[in-house]
């Protein structure tokens, strides 16, 4: 029998991101639950100080990155299967309820550590779902050719979210101690709420539609009788103006629950498959992620980089003004730098949209961060090493830019909450052990060749970038 292909109508584009009022709806809600992310932890550390040991206390800091690291893979299963806005909302629905009971139980009484551990534990089991939810999100509110400005002017917000957050907690905490904090981390969290349900979806695309050329495993090709044409965008029903609901799987899409797997005879659609389930779509997603020439070094080159990054950025800094004798103000200098020139290059990919030869920039920001990194350990004052922190800022921030920007570009939307999932295990779970052992290791042999150690480390980020020849060669949408 003859099928007949209609193709689906095109949504007229909606001009530039930074002009988009739906993108600036979605903005909005990711920065108020940035900040009151910012606003929770500091609520939270001054909390745990004040009701145990110092020890103690850091355990309480710490025990929500557990359930994250081993949830998340689920989380990215969860956000592809039911929608990233109805996990967001759900995820900040949740986050905004546990702040603001505890908020009120501090109000009335000192509950102590175990209250404050728990809330720490449903943070991160809802982190686990709202992070890869959070990353496939873009794709949803945008088309392709902004998703690299999207990712620029979310840098933007994540930067203002850690100027304006750590003031607010520490406002709230002076004003009316931790339970006002947390009072202040619900509020902020829930004016995300109304904005993300104002906030209009596209239709997801077929799965394997948008990037069978950069994928080994193609048995999850959409049906071709429902395929949209490249670039197109399908709206759903009348009066639907999400196109479809949030959540249901696109139609031909293979990660759904009723799926179709193509003929192998003429790629007409077969029997139905058995339905699917939450541990096959985890299967499906690896699988995608390991077949694809571009997303399978890309994510080793984002691990390197943040394995390379985090630890002298971080504890290690610490350490070395402390050994240069820069002081706490010193240190917050070369921190603020660091910081001026991760925003200025978001700024640049916000006001740019796209930059030439992606792949090639990214790996050779990458490079020149790695080698400011090793030479922020040899300046001896406070003036250079500012000067090596802003470099660093720069470059690091490109990088980071572009890997993100590209994730988002070359992945298939259907996948997209299992891709990000993997690079957020990577970043939440793998990068900040290396803290610990960074400290260690200074201890050992000192601030230079450790933080030459690392500037290797971050260094092969790049050659692994610049030696494949597929991620090298990655372009953004124009």
């Known amino acids: 029998m003859t099928t007949t292909v209609i193709p689906p109508a095109v949504r007229p584009p909606a001009g530039p991101a930074h002009r988009d009022g739906n993108v600036l709806r979605w903005l909005g809600a990711y920065t108020a639950s940035m900040i009151g992310d910012n606003v929770f932890y500091i609520a939270l550390s001054w909390a745990a ?34 929608g990233p806005r109805r996990v967001v909302i759900g995820s ?33 089991i809802v982190d686990a779902v709202f992070m890869p939810a959070v990353g496939a999100l873009p794709a949803r509110v945008t088309g392709r050719d902004q998703l690299a400005r999207v990712q620029g002017m979310r840098g933007l ?21 931790s339970a006002t904090a947390f ?22 695309p077929p799965a394997g539609g948008a990037n069978t050329a950069n994928t080994a495993n193609t048995a999850n090709t959409a049906n071709t009788a429902d395929a949209a044409p490249a670039g197109a965008e399908a709206v759903g029903p009348p009066g639907d103006p999400d196109g479809s609901p949030d959540g249901a799987p696109a139609r031909g899409d293979a990660s759904g629950p009723h799926a179709r797997v193509p003929d192998a005879e003429d790629g007409a659609a077969a029997v139905p498959e058995r339905p699917a389930t939450a541990w096959r779509d985890l299967r499906d997603g690896l699988r995608y992620i390991r077949g694809h020439r571009v997303l399978a070094p890309l994510i080793v080159t984002i691990a390197l980089g943040d394995l390379g990054f985090v630890g002298p950025l971080n504890v290690g ?10 002081g706490a103000s010193g240190m917050g200098l070369v921190v603020a730098a660091f910081g001026a020139g991760a925003g200025a290059a978001a700024l640049l990919l916000a006001w740019r949209g796209t930059l ?40 690091a921030g490109l990088s980071g830019a572009l890997c993100g920007a590209l994730l988002q570009t070359q992945s298939d939307p259907a996948y997209l909450g299992r891709v990000t999932a993997v690079a957020g295990i990577v ?7 290396s803290m610990p052992l960074t400290a260690a290791a200074i201890g050992w042999w000192g601030t230079g060749p450790v933080f030459a150690g690392s500037a290797v480390v971050c260094g092969l980020g790049g050659v692994v970038a610049l030696a494949v020849r597929d991620l090298r060669r990655a372009e953004l949408p124009r």
């Open 49 to 82: 100080v004040r009701s145990g040991t110092p020890s103690q206390a850091g355990l309480v800091m710490a025990v929500s990155a557990v359930p994250r690291a081993l949830l998340m893979l689920g989380g990215g299963v969860v956000a592809d299967r039911f």
């Open 92 to 124: 900040d629905a949740v986050r905004c309820a546990a702040v603001l009971t505890v908020a009120a139980l501090l109000f009335v009484a000192h509950p102590g550590l175990w209250l404050l551990a728990l809330l720490a534990v449903v943070f991160g």
């Open 157 to 177: 917000a994540v930067r203002f979210a850690n100027v304006v957050g750590a003031p607010l907690g520490g406002l709230g905490v002076a004003l009316g101690g």
């Open 183 to 204: 009072a202040l981390a619900g509020l902020l969290i829930a004016v995300s709420v109304p904005l993300l349900i104002s906030v209009r979806m596209r239709e997801t």
């Open 317 to 326: 800094l610490a350490l070395l003004a402390d050994r240069r004798g820069w």
């Open 356 to 395: 030439p030869r992606a792949g090639s920039a990214g790996a050779a920001a990458l490079l020149g961060g790695s080698v400011a990194i090793g030479a922020l350990a040899q300046v001896p004052g406070v003036g250079a090493a500012v000067g090596v922190a802003l470099a660093i800022g720069l470059l």
């Open 427 to 433: 970043s939440l779970g793998l990068a900040p052990l």
